[in-house]
């Protein structure tokens, strides 16, 4: 079964608009939240990572918000661009155990 | 520093077949991963190889194997191949047990 729960499972957003996708888990020994971007004929690239002893983390347009008592983490995009319309995958990892995978959201941001 | 990549890009195989997937890592990774995309399943995690042993392993059916050589480099071996194993397969480096790095996968499609 899927570990980490995606959603939702895509969004459009006007330009300059805020894109919002929110993730959740169950496993408590989960200790590192990546989230990756991907285009179309790509792999996923890394895009910002947090630590669960961390409530907030900032990177340029990109911010990830995490709630350890919630189990959920959410990464919100800024200022939107159509540059950033992709597909974006929040993961999860216990340990040096395997990376699991939310099922995908795709963002298109409408010019 | 060149990043990862993943011959071949395309491939075209029969039911029955079998076929051999190549990934070179990031110069000094030791750690290499592989996850099977696919629209219905979405990123799944097939093994993660470290110093030439696998250190982690998914749930896939034994027609998939792996093997890393001494210099980091690996390949995925799927024998007997079935028409769901049409799909995307991503090699993916780390350094570190957490960032990984993703090649642009190699897209198998069988007939």
């Known amino acids: 079964q899927q570990q ?5 499972q895509s969004l459009i957003v006007q330009k300059g608009g805020i894109s919002i996708i929110n993730c959740a888990y169950e496993n408590t020994a989960f200790d590192y939240f990546p989230w990756y971007q ?4 790509k792999g996923p690239a890394l895009l910002i990572a947090i630590r669960p002893d961390v409530s907030e983390k900032k990177e340029g347009r990109f911010t990830i918000s995490f709630n350890k008592s919630a189990k959920q983490f959410s990464l919100h995009i800024m200022d939107s661009q159509p540059g950033d319309s992709a597909t974006y995958f929040c993961a999860a990892r ?6 699991s995978f939310g099922a995908g959201t795709t963002v298109t941001v409408r010019a | 520093k060149a990043g990862v990549t993943q ?3 395309y491939l ?3 039911r029955g077949q079998q076929v051999t997937l190549s990934c070179s890592p990031i110069s000094g990774h030791r750690s290499v991963s592989w996850y099977q995309q696919t629209p219905g399943q979405g990123l799944q995690f097939l093994f993660e190889y470290f110093s030439e042993t696998q250190r982690n ?3 896939f059916p034994g027609r998939f194997s792996g093997r890393q050589f001494s210099n980091s480099r690996s390949e995925m ?3 007997t191949l079935e028409l769901g194993d049409s799909a995307l397969y991503l090699c993916a ?3 570190t047990y957490r960032e990984q790095f993703f090649g642009p996968g190699t897209r198998l499609t069988v007939l």
């Open chain 1, 38 to 41: 991907q285009f179309p004929g």
């Open chain 2, 7 to 9: 011959t071949p890009r």
């Open chain 2, 57 to 59: 392993k998914g749930n």
């Open chain 1, 4 to 8: 980490v729960k995606q959603s939702p």
């Open chain 2, 12 to 14: 075209i195989k029969t």
């Open chain 1, 94 to 99: 216990q340990g040096d155990y395997k990376l």
């Open chain 2, 77 to 79: 071996n799927v024998s």
């Open chain 2, 93 to 95: 480096s780390s350094f």
